[in-house]
């Protein structure tokens, strides 16, 4: 089985922004072969939205995984590749402490927050975010933006140029602090009730690229759970679940004016935040794991092999690899292989003496 709910070789083309020319293509094609080695080889495949799901069937056609053997098995594909996207906890949270008000230095009981529910990353928008808070706080100065993890716990993932960015705009427009607050360390999961139930409104802003098109913010989750009204970026799944649910609002990509108009009136609109709230809490239940991994358990209790699995259905690529890696091995297995062997590596020696 293979959780492909992450099409990684879509965001490395956003992450590797940083990398040499040389290592971002490396990287990239790598993260196709990655993706191609785990759906050529499983059995039954999970990913995390219905839009998703055809951006993976085009992939699985060009592997030869969509052919006469799957198709009869289930013409739907279902039972080779489902819709399981990440759940949440059917216990609401509870608070046992503050997280951010009364706790963050500049941040009050009564202030109105504003939460960022994770990492900042390239592919993330959070300057069109700091830009609308900035303008908005001129006019409302009990408004908050809380940044709820820069650094990354593990310490070989550098800090993204999007963060460094957020930093300096935000010192630049004399926010960082006063109105911007970004939490240094990362959020124990344990833990996150205490600062999710302290905000009023959760913030997903994002690019206009494909990376976004078939992303699937977990993040967003967590705004589900603490019944948090969202406000995001047109373009992803979420963004169309928000609309259809009336779960808080959605605004066109980098689009500052729109942003502050979403926020303000959401946030200063008591009975429209409460309602809203309301109906985040009602579509959260329809989220909530054991709902969300019935495909999963379905497969666990009545494991299928693909019908291709046997006999097995290779595409022209890989019966060309195939054929590849049988001629190789007679040649090394042959006695003119073992026997040319000491010449083979006297010639290597040559050409690494004579650079």
Same mark, same amino acid.
């Given at each position: 089985m293979a959780d492909i709910y992450d099409p990684l070789h879509l965001e490395q083309l956003e992450q590797g922004k940083d990398l040499s020319e040389p290592d971002r293509y490396a990287v990239a094609l790598d993260s196709v072969e990655v993706m191609n080695d785990q759906m050529e080889r499983a059995d039954f495949m999970l990913c995390a939205s219905e839009k998703q799901r055809d951006f993976w069937l085009g992939q699985l056609a060009g592997l030869a995984r969509v052919n006469p053997a799957t198709y009869d098995q289930d013409p739907s594909l279902r039972s080779l590749l489902a819709v399981a996207p990440f759940g949440i906890?059917?216990?609401?949270?509870?608070?046992?402490?503050? /997280?951010?008000? /009364?706790?963050?230095? /500049?941040?009050?009981?009564?202030?109105?927050?504003?939460?960022?529910?994770?990492?900042?990353?390239?592919?993330?928008?959070?300057?069109?975010?700091?830009?609308?808070?900035?303008? *908005?706080?001129?006019?409302?100065?009990?408004?908050?933006? %809380? %940044?709820?993890?820069?650094?990354?716990?593990?310490?070989?993932?550098? &800090?993204?140029?999007?963060?460094?960015?957020?930093? &300096? #705009?935000?010192?630049? *427009?004399?926010?960082?602090?006063?109105?911007? %607050?970004?939490? &240094?360390?990362?959020?124990?999961?344990?833990?996150?009730?205490?600062?999710?139930?302290?905000?009023?409104?959760?913030?997903?802003?994002?690019l206009d690229h494909i990376e976004t098109a078939y992303s699937f913010r977990t993040r967003m989750l967590d705004y589900l759970w603490a019944s948090l009204p969202i406000v995001g970026t047109e373009g992803d799944t979420f963004a169309e679940l928000i609309r259809k649910h009336d779960l808080g609002a959605t605004v066109p990509a980098q689009d500052v004016e729109a942003l502050v108009e979403a926020l303000e009136k959401l946030l200063y609109d008591q009975t429209r935040l409460g309602e809203t709230a309301a109906r985040v809490s009602e579509f959260a239940v329809t989220m909530t794991w054991p709902l969300m991994l019935l495909p999963l358990i379905r497969f666990c209790l009545a494991? *299928?092999?693909?019908?291709?699995?046997?006999?097995?259905? #290779?595409?022209?690529?890989?019966?060309?690899?195939?054929? *590849?890696?049988?001629?190789v091995a007679e040649i090394e297995s042959s006695s003119s292989w073992r026997i040319t062997r000491p010449w083979r590596r006297l010639g290597s020696f040559r050409k690494w003496f004579h650079r």
């Open positions: 906890d059917a216990v609401p949270p509870v608070q046992t402490k503050h /997280g951010i008000r /009364g706790v963050v230095d /500049g941040i009050s009981l009564t202030d109105k927050v504003i939460l960022w529910g994770g990492g900042i990353y390239n592919w993330f928008d959070p300057i069109t975010l700091i830009e609308a808070v900035g303008r *908005l706080s001129k006019t409302h100065p009990d408004l908050r933006l %809380f %940044f709820l993890g820069v650094k990354h716990p593990n310490p070989h993932v550098p &800090e993204m140029d999007m963060a460094r960015r957020s930093r &300096e #705009l935000s010192d630049r *427009l004399e926010l960082t602090d006063r109105v911007v %607050f970004f939490n &240094e360390n990362w959020v124990p999961y344990s833990e996150r009730a205490n600062y999710l139930l302290d905000a009023d409104v959760g913030v997903s802003t994002h494991p *299928l092999p693909a019908a291709d699995r046997n006999p097995r259905v #290779l595409s022209q690529r890989n019966q060309i690899l195939s054929d *590849l890696r049988k001629q």
